[in-house]
C-alpha cells in the first residue's frame, strides 16, 4: 500500500498541477482522456448517476487498486466532512451479481468485511473515504459522489444536473410520463426496449409535448392546457330551426364566438385548431368545412351571417351525421376530435333517434359536448340529449360558468397520451373518466429497481417509475 501511495503522490505533484480537467478534476491513472470529478451535493444513487450522465459521463468505476487510493487520497481532501461518497457499481437483483453502471467489466473490487451483505435495498456501492473499502447501501441514502467524465466535458454542477423526478421503492416497472399540449409537428418513433427485451413501439407520435419535471410528490397532475394553444379538430353543430329561434341562436353565435375566439384558428400544424360549421333544422347544412379559416376574424364573419331558417323540425341525426362525415374526411394524425351540439328539442325515438351514431361516435374517440337551449320544450326534456355527450360533457344554456365547462371539455379532449399507453384516470377502470397529464406504460418483464429506473429515463425523455401512495393503483387494470 505504500507503494501505491508514493506512486499517487509524485502523480499529484507533476501529472495534475497543470491539470486540464475541468473545474479541479484530475486524472484517471489508466486513461488520460478521463478526469473524476467529486461533488459535495449529496443525492440518492440514480440522481448522482442522472448528475453524471449530464456532464457525459457516470458515476466512476473502479478497475484497480490504483484508482481505488487515488479516489480514496483526492475524497479527503476535497469532501470534506463526508465519511463516504457513491462510486458507479450496483446489484441488478441477483445475488453477487455486480456491475458498474458504465458498462465496464466488475473484476476488481474493494469490499470490507463481510461485505457485499445481502440486506434487501442494499444494491448500491459506497466508497468509505477513512477505510478506503466499498460498502453495500440503501440507494435512496444522500451521498455526495465521484464522476468519471471525459476530460473536456464541464463538472457537474446544481445546474447542469436533470431535475430531480419522484422515486419509489416499487420494483414494478411502469413509465409514468407527463402530458400537457402537442407539439409543434410530431414527435418521431421512439426507440423501445428494456433490458433486451423489445416494448410495444411508441408510433407513430408521442402525444402532446412531454415535460421533464415530475409532478410533486403526493399529487396527480392535472391536465396543462393554455387555450391558443390548443389544437383539436371541432365542428360545431347549431340547430337553426324555428324551434330554436332568433333570440335562442343568437346565444348559440355568442357562446360559440366566445369560445373559438380564445383558439387560434389554422388548417397548419401545430398550436392550433380547425373548426367547420354545421346548420340542421329538417335536414343538416354544411355551411364551413375544417380548412375554410385561417384567423378567427373569417369565422366570426360566417358565423354570425348564419340565418335562422324557417322550419321547426329538429333533426339531430342529420347534423351528427354531417359532423361524422366530415371529421371522418379529413383526420389528421395525432389530432383529437370533438363535436359541439347545440339543440333547442331532442327525441331519442324513431327512425331519426341519434343515439345510435352518438355512441358509434364516442368508440370512434368523438368527443360530443352538448348544450341543451330550453325553448318550446320543457327544459327537462331536452336536458336528455345530455345522453349523447361524452361523460361529464353534457350542458345547459343557462348554466353558469358555461364558457369554462366547455373549455375544460376541449382541454380534457385534448390531454391524450400515445398508442399503447394508457392516461391515468380518476377511475382506471372506467375509459371515460375524466384524465390527468400522466400516462402509464406498464413493461411486460420484471427488473431490479435501479435498472427498471434507468430504463424508464431512456426511454422516453422525462419518463420515471410510478409513484404511488394508494393500495389500489391499477388493482383491475393491470
Excluded at 499517487?8 to 491539470?19: E, N, P, R
Excluded at 464522476?147 to 413509465?175: D, F, G, H, W, Y
Aim: aromatic share 10%; proline share 6%.
Amino acid at each position: 500500500m505504500n507503494k501505491i501511495l508514493f506512486f499517487v503522490f509524485i502523480l499529484c505533484i507533476f501529472g495534475y498541477v497543470k491539470s486540464d480537467c475541468p473545474n479541479g478534476g484530475i486524472h484517471s491513472f489508466t486513461n488520460s482522456s478521463i478526469c473524476y470529478s467529486f461533488v459535495t451535493e449529496a443525492l440518492e444513487f440514480i440522481e448522482a448517476e442522472k448528475s453524471c450522465q449530464s456532464s457525459g459521463g457516470h458515476l466512476a468505476s473502479i478497475s484497480d487498486e490504483y484508482t481505488n487510493a487515488l479516489l480514496a487520497q483526492h475524497a479527503k481532501k476535497i469532501l470534506i466532512g463526508a465519511t463516504d461518497f457513491w462510486i458507479g457499481g450496483l446489484d441488478l437483483g441477483q445475488k453477487d451479481h455486480w456491475i458498474w453502471i458504465d458498462g465496464a467489466k466488475f473484476t476488481f473490487s474493494n469490499w470490507a468485511w463481510e461485505e457485499p451483505n445481502e440486506l434487501p435495498g442494499f444494491d448500491c456501492v459506497g466508497f468509505t473515504i477513512a477505510e478506503e473499502v466499498w460498502y453495500t447501501y440503501d440507494c435512496f441514502k444522500l451521498k455526495p459522489y465521484v464522476c468519471e467524465i471525459p476530460s473536456t466535458a464541464p463538472l457537474p454542477t446544481a445546474e447542469t444536473r436533470s431535475p430531480p423526478t419522484t422515486t419509489t421503492q416499487n420494483v414494478m416497472s411502469t413509465l409514468l410520463i407527463t402530458s400537457t399540449t402537442p407539439p409543434t409537428t410530431p414527435s418521431p418513433t421512439l426507440p423501445s426496449t428494456i433490458a433486451g427485451s423489445t416494448l410495444l413501439p411508441l408510433s407513430p407520435t408521442m402525444p402532446p409535448s412531454i415535460t421533464t419535471s415530475a409532478p410533486p410528490k403526493g399529487l396527480d397532475r392535472n391536465c396543462g392546457c393554455t387555450r391558443n394553444k390548443i389544437w383539436l379538430d371541432i365542428v360545431a353543430v347549431m340547430d337553426n330551426s324555428l324551434s330554436m329561434g332568433q333570440t335562442g341562436f343568437a346565444q348559440i353565435q355568442a357562446n360559440l364566438a366566445s369560445i373559438v375566439g380564445q383558439l387560434t384558428l389554422s388548417s397548419a400544424p401545430g398550436y392550433s385548431s380547425r373548426i367547420a360549421l354545421v346548420t340542421f333544422a329538417s335536414a343538416a347544412t354544411k355551411v364551413a368545412d375544417l380548412n375554410a379559416f385561417n384567423d378567427t376574424n373569417m369565422f366570426m364573419k360566417k358565423l354570425f351571417a348564419i340565418p335562422v331558417v324557417n322550419d321547426d323540425e329538429v333533426n339531430i341525426l342529420s347534423g351528427l351525421q354531417m359532423a361524422n362525415t366530415i371529421l371522418g374526411n379529413n383526420v389528421v394524425a395525432n389530432r383529437r376530435r370533438v363535436v359541439i351540439l347545440y339543440t333547442s328539442a331532442y327525441d331519442d325515438t324513431g327512425s331519426e333517434s341519434p343515439v345510435s351514431l352518438a355512441l358509434n361516435m364516442r368508440e370512434d374517440n368523438i368527443k360530443i359536448i352538448t348544450i341543451a337551449f330550453s325553448q318550446k320544450m320543457g327544459s327537462d326534456e331536452v336536458n336528455k340529449v345530455g345522453e349523447l355527450a361524452w361523460p361529464s360533457f353534457d350542458f345547459v344554456n343557462e348554466e353558469p360558468g358555461l364558457p369554462d365547462k366547455m373549455y375544460n371539455a376541449l382541454c380534457q379532449t385534448n390531454c391524450f397520451c400515445p398508442p399503447n399507453w394508457q392516461q391515468y384516470t380518476t377511475n382506471i377502470t372506467n375509459k371515460y373518466a375524466p384524465g390527468y397529464g400522466i400516462c402509464l406504460y406498464l413493461s411486460s418483464i420484471t427488473s431490479a429497481w435501479i435498472p427498471a429506473s434507468f430504463a424508464c429515463g431512456n426511454e422516453v425523455p422525462g419518463a420515471y417509475l410510478t409513484t404511488e401512495k394508494t393500495s389500489n393503483f391499477g388493482a383491475a387494470a393491470f
